[in-house]
């Protein structure tokens, strides 16, 4: 599975949106972009995936750049519930899919 | 709909004694099964995945095993537990490259 790169830490003010960067530049054709986010103490939680395509869905859009080697995903409005460690990760999504990596994700701190 | 089961959710062990937190999966058959560990404030770190029974890849060295006697049963063990194994340890399934979490186990070694 490829590497990915995200910011530490961000933050942002409540009702605003969030937008959080990741880096996956040596990307493969048949791998996707997901991200999950871990609210302290419990497990990670799906929110969104995506291959080249713009995707949104209730919790979260996803913008994947056209050479697909960065993604944003955008909290449209964030509230103090979504602060969490966001994670980035990049795998195929078909066949004996293996190793499941996590990097260090990015903490986003949503403030009032 | 698919469920994964992990327990318990908190333990405290003394140093050098056994370990086994087990993990079982509902609703789906062949699943990819995942065990991670989680120190505090740090990143999720991959320890052991199975892609099918009795099948173990390990990721790090480390003083624990992992054992898959079931299709929807996975097994986290250590013989003798360290200081440095204590941390928070989640067991994830996937399939299709989406992946579900339990709910952890909080492990503290004293």
């Known amino acids: 599975d490829a590497k990915t790169t995200q910011p530490p830490s961000m933050d942002c003010a409540e009702g605003r949106a969030a937008n959080l960067p990741c880096n996956h530049s040596?990307?493969?054709?048949?791998?996707?972009v997901y991200w999950y986010r871990q609210i302290h103490s419990q497990g990670p939680q799906y929110i969104i995936h995506?291959?080249?395509n713009n995707e949104t869905n209730e919790m979260a859009s996803l913008i994947i750049t056209e050479d697909r080697k960065s993604s944003t995903l955008i909290l449209p409005h964030a509230t103090l519930r979504d602060t969490a460690v966001y994670y980035c990760?990049?795998?195929?999504?078909?066949?004996?899919?293996?190793?499941?990596?996590f990097g260090t994700g990015t903490r986003l701190q949503v403030t009032l | 709909s698919q469920t994964i089961h992990q327990w318990p959710a908190t333990l405290v062990q003394p140093v050098g004694s056994p370990l086994s937190l087990e993990c079982t999966v509902e609703?789906?058959?062949?699943?990819?099964l995942y065990w991670y560990r989680q120190a505090a404030g740090r990143g999720l770190q991959l320890l052991f995945y199975?892609?099918?029974?009795?099948?173990i890849s390990s990721e790090v060295p480390q003083n624990l095993s992992a054992s898959r006697p079931q299709d929807r049963q996975f097994i986290l063990s250590s013989k003798k537990l360290l200081l440095s194994d204590s941390g928070f340890y989640l067991c994830?399934?996937?399939?299709?490259?989406?992946?579900?979490f339990g709910q952890g186990t909080r492990l503290t070694v004293v």
């Open positions: 994830a399934w996937a399939e299709q490259g989406e992946a579900f």
């Open positions: 995506g291959l080249k």
């Open positions: 609703g789906t058959s062949n699943p990819n």
């Open positions: 199975s892609v099918g029974i009795g099948q």
């Open positions: 040596t990307i493969s054709g048949n791998e996707y």
């Open positions: 990760i990049v795998r195929v999504s078909t066949g004996t899919a293996s190793k499941l990596t």
